[in-house]
C-alpha cells in the first residue's frame, strides 16, 4: 500500500472561554506546510452550538484555500460542544480530517458531561460515527478519510516542537494570545 503524503495542513482550535456565558467563540485556523506557517484564518463559533463543521468548511473555502490537502483538530469539539462532524468535513471539503489528543479521553465522564447540553442526543450520534479512538504516533486518534499508517505520516511530519503536529500548536499560541493578549498553557 503507497502511503500519501499529504501537505499544506490547517489547524483548528478555539479560543479561551468562559464556560456557561453562551455566545460566539473565536475559532483559528493555520495553514502549514509541513511545520512552516503560511496563512492564518479566523471565524467564529456559538458555545456548544452546532455549527463548527460548516465554519471549518467555510472558512477553507471561503478563503480560497485550495491548496489545503488535510484539516487537523484537537479533540472533537470546540467551544465547549459544539462537536465536527469529521466525516461530513472530509467529504464536504474533500480532503482527510483527523482529530489529535495527547490522552486517551475518559468518555464515559465526557458522554455525561454531553448530556447537558442542547441536542445531545444528535451530538453523541455524530461522535458515535467518528469511529474509534485509535493510538497513533504517541497519540490518540479519529480519522476520516486516511488509513492510520497515513494518520501515522501526517503527524510525524508536521510535528517540531513536542507531540502535537505544528498547525494545532500555532493555531492555540495565536487563538489565545489574540483572545486574552498573551498565549498560556499547552497546546
Do not use: Y
Request: proline residues 4%; charged residues 25%; aromatic residues 2%.
Amino acid at each position: 500500500m503507497r502511503i500519501r503524503r499529504i501537505s499544506n495542513v490547517i489547524g483548528f482550535d478555539d479560543a479561551p472561554f468562559e464556560r456557561g456565558m453562551g455566545g460566539k467563540v473565536a475559532l483559528v485556523g493555520t495553514v502549514c506546510s509541513g511545520t512552516r506557517l503560511d496563512i492564518v484564518v479566523r471565524g467564529h463559533v456559538e458555545q456548544d452550538g452546532s455549527d463548527a463543521t460548516g465554519v471549518m468548511a467555510e472558512l477553507v473555502k471561503e478563503n480560497e484555500l485550495v491548496h489545503v490537502r488535510g484539516v487537523l483538530m484537537q479533540g472533537i469539539t470546540v467551544a465547549g460542544f459544539n462537536v465536527v462532524d469529521i466525516n461530513a468535513l472530509a467529504e464536504e471539503l474533500g480532503v482527510p480530517v483527523m482529530v489529535v489528543m495527547r490522552k486517551r479521553p475518559k468518555m464515559q465522564k465526557f458522554l455525561a458531561a454531553l448530556e447537558q447540553v442542547k441536542s445531545a442526543r444528535e451530538k453523541r450520534s455524530v461522535i458515535e460515527r467518528a469511529g474509534p479512538i485509535e493510538p497513533c504516533a504517541g497519540l490518540w486518534v479519529h480519522r476520516a478519510g486516511l488509513s492510520l499508517e497515513e494518520g501515522r505520516e501526517l503527524i510525524e511530519r508536521t510535528t517540531l516542537h513536542g507531540a502535537i503536529p505544528e498547525p494545532l500548536r500555532l493555531a492555540h499560541i495565536i487563538a489565545g494570545g489574540t483572545t486574552r493578549g498573551v498565549s498560556r498553557g499547552r497546546a
